[in-house]
């Protein structure tokens, strides 16, 4: 009977052992999350401020090229009304 009641002990300790050690990889797993989630955020973030800064420039380049558009078109029109006297 002690030797029984010996074996037992040893595996409550060994199911303890291993209960602890999925604990403490179940911190590190979500900790590892929280990091990646957190990293993910602040990649969106910059994303969203790149996309950001591409419009306003291609909005302000097209803007441009319209300005110049018209003012060919000015020119060109100018240019035949003086032809034409």
Same mark, same amino acid.
């Given at each position: 009977?002690?030797?029984?009641?010996?074996? $037992?002990?040893?595996?409550?300790?060994?199911?303890?052992?291993?209960?602890?050690?999925?604990?403490?990889?179940?911190?590190?797993?979500?900790?590892?999350? =929280?990091?990646?989630?957190?990293?993910?955020?602040?990649?969106?973030?910059?994303?969203?401020?790149?996309?950001?800064?591409?419009?306003?420039?291609?909005?302000?380049?097209?803007t441009d090229v319209?300005?110049?558009? $018209?003012?060919?078109? =000015?020119?060109?029109?100018?240019?035949? $009304?003086?032809?034409?006297?």
């Amino acid at each position: 009977m002690m030797n029984q009641l010996h074996v $037992e002990q040893q595996c409550d300790q060994g199911e303890d052992a291993s209960y602890a050690a999925v604990l403490r990889a179940k911190e590190c797993v979500l900790k590892t999350a =929280t990091t990646i989630q957190e990293n993910a955020e602040d990649i969106y973030a910059e994303a969203q401020q790149i996309n950001e800064e591409r419009a306003a420039k291609d909005a302000e380049e097209y803007t441009d090229v319209e300005d110049v558009e $018209e003012a060919e078109e =000015t020119a060109e029109e100018a240019s035949e $009304e003086n032809e034409a006297k």
